[in-house]
């Protein structure tokens, strides 16, 4: 039987990883669903999404399906299964096939004191490829960056999401962000 509550040090690859995923949760109290970490063991994926994002760590525990509350309590963090189970959304539908996307690699990190900086130049990266009347929110492209390499990919001609994959450790994550109309 899959266990219903997980704990592991918040310091560490997998409690970065979990942390990075509940970064895009919901924090709108009118959609309790939208602020709850879904784990789908087909996909091997723990995700959150707050329906302009949506952060994902692809990895293998032996974890029930369903949706998460989320804690952090001083140096662990814990997932317990929340007791208001409901359908999530298809979010392996919404991450973008990129035969058409153009890629670029972008190297960074969130811990330098010039992070503001380093993220100003991914926004700018991300702005010049895209179609001139959308923009994309500062603030969820700068959470979607990791220490270290992201791959970038970003659709030249379309309303489609942007989509960031990088590594913590062992795991494999990514962010998808929609873009927004001017």
């Given at each position: 039987m899959s266990m219903t509550t997980l704990t592991v040090p918040a310091k560490g690859h997998i409690g970065e990883a979990i942390?990075?995923?509940a970064s895009a949760r919901s924090k709108d109290k009118m959609d309790p669903m939208m602020s709850k970490i879904y784990y789908s063991p087909e996909h091997k994926t723990l995700v959150a999404t707050d329906k302009h994002r949506m952060h994902l760590v692809v990895f293998d525990i032996d974890l029930e399906e369903g949706l998460y509350d989320f804690y952090k309590i001083t140096n662990e963090i814990r997932l317990v299964r929340s007791d208001r189970q409901e359908?999530?959304?298809?979010?392996?539908?919404?991450?973008?096939?990129?035969?058409?996307?153009?890629?670029?690699?972008?190297k960074g990190t969130k811990k330098d004191k010039n992070s503001i900086v380093v993220a100003s130049?991914?926004?700018a990266q991300v702005?010049?490829?895209?179609?001139?009347?959308?923009?994309?929110?500062?603030?969820?492209l700068s959470d979607s960056?990791?220490?270290?390499?992201?791959?970038?990919?970003?659709?030249?001609?379309?309303v489609a999401p942007i989509l960031?994959?990088?590594?913590?450790?062992e795991y494999l994550t990514k962010a998808v962000i929609m873009p927004i109309r001017m």
């Open positions: 942390r990075y995923v359908a999530y959304p298809p979010f392996n539908k919404i991450i973008p096939q990129v035969a058409d996307y153009k890629r670029f690699e972008f130049r991914l926004f702005i010049k490829q895209i179609k001139e009347d959308l923009t994309v929110n500062f603030e969820y960056m990791l220490d270290g390499m992201m791959t970038v990919y970003v659709h030249p001609t379309s960031s994959e990088s590594v913590i450790g």
